[in-house]
């Protein structure tokens, strides 16, 4: 029994630590510091949110591999260089794995070991456009894994990738636009190293659309619009759509160039306004307090003061100015752009006789336009 006795105390013993290092293999997998984390952020001023961490196991299972590589490449001077990536997982992977979209108006940023990285265009109207090595050979936008850096006037690509090795320190990487490849005017800072998170910067909206049942209900949003998924509805008149309006005797103008009708906005984000129902604006300075928005009122409004019709729409690029010193073409020569919508419409017929439409019609600085249909009970 004596003996017994230590023999079972070691096996004991053995176990205990076998269970320890199984225990503490499994906390170390799972108190892995995240090898990339990936945020969403509205507007330059927003506060980034967490949508996934990776470590370095999980991207590895969304990786990618190519032997011979892919070659990002880079100009200074007269000198050709590349990164050439034998490992990777590429941008639209890593975003679907975490659930994220990367759209018009949008913009991705980094963070790396040294801090936020600072150079690069990296928005998606430039990101979209980039995409080819110095061959014109289509190459993945990625966070390159196991890569190589090297000269392309002493090396081949492939033999460049022999030489890939993981450090441990990821690279964004991207290929060339057309123009980049053909001028070779193109830098390495689209290609930052050591990156720990990348945050994608949604373009904050520039109007919202809402719905709302009778007077005392709950405003419900049906879509938001960023400036660019505005301007992908929008519609030109290069001399411009000129909406009238009076004061005292001077006849003034708010001209546009370019705008978005009611009709298309409405369509697109799938709302009906019919009759019975009433628009409503939030303004920068808060909710729009003049004016008749009924469907009534706003279905007969359409003409200018020539009597020609004029839509009902968001203007994006207007002007305004005198009839009495300048011609509605002058003025449209002024339209710009300034990132403030206004909601415009045409005078009644009545209205265009009497020489009575004021400008209360068009609220200036327009954030969000609700459609408020009756509410069943008549509230």
């Given at each position: ?69 892919y ?16 490992e ?26 040294d801090?936020?990285?600072q ?7 430039i ?12 190459v ?14 002493e ?17 964004f ?70 909406y ?94 300034n ?21 209360e ?19």
């Amino acid at each position: 029994m004596r003996r017994i006795l230590p023999l079972l105390l070691a096996l004991l013993l053995a176990v205990s630590l076998f269970m320890a290092l199984n225990v503490s293999a499994a906390a170390a997998e799972t108190d892995a510091p995240a090898a990339l984390e990936i945020y969403t952020m509205t507007g330059s001023t927003g506060t980034p949110v967490l949508a996934k961490a990776y470590s370095a196991a999980a991207l590895d299972a969304l990786k990618e591999t190519k032997a011979d590589g892919y070659a990002y490449a880079s100009y200074k001077g007269g000198a050709e260089t590349a990164i050439v990536a034998t490992e990777y997982v590429t941008l639209d992977a890593l975003l679907a794995d975490a659930g994220v979209s990367f759209t018009a108006g949008d913009k991705l940023s980094f963070v790396c070991y040294d801090g936020p990285y600072q150079y690069g265009d990296f928005s998606y109207e430039i990101m979209s456009r980039r995409g080819i090595d110095p061959s014109g050979e289509p190459v993945p936008t990625a966070f390159a894994i196991t890569y190589a850096k090297g000269s392309l006037a002493e090396s081949s690509v492939a033999d460049i990738a022999k030489t890939a090795a993981n450090s441990g320190a990821l690279r964004f990487v991207s290929g060339m636009t057309i123009e980049e490849s053909e001028e070779k005017a193109i830098a390495g800072e689209r290609m930052p190293s050591g990156v720990i998170s990348m945050t994608v910067v949604k373009a904050p909206a520039a109007l919202e659309v809402y719905t709302q049942s009778g007077d005392e209900g709950t405003p419900v949003l049906t879509k938001a619009y960023s400036a660019a998924a505005l301007e992908a509805l929008k519609e030109t008149k290069t001399d411009g759509c000129a909406y009238i309006f009076y004061k005292g005797d001077e006849k003034n103008a708010i001209v546009a160039t370019e705008y978005v009708t009611l009709d298309t906005l409405l369509a697109d984000a799938g709302v009906s306004f019919a009759e019975g129902d009433r628009l409503s604006f939030n303004c920068f300075d808060g909710l729009y307090p003049y004016g008749d928005f009924r469907y009534e009122a706003v279905a007969q409004r359409g003409v200018d003061s020539s009597g020609a019709p004029v839509p009902t729409a968001f203007a994006v690029t207007y002007a305004k100015g005198s009839l009495t010193e300048m011609s509605i073409a002058d003025i449209a020569k002024a339209a710009e752009n300034n990132g403030v919508l206004r909601f415009v419409c045409g005078m009644t017929a009545e209205e265009k006789d009497a020489k009575t439409a004021s400008g209360e019609r068009m609220p200036f600085g327009v954030a969000s336009v609700t459609v408020v249909s009756p509410s069943p009970d008549g509230k």
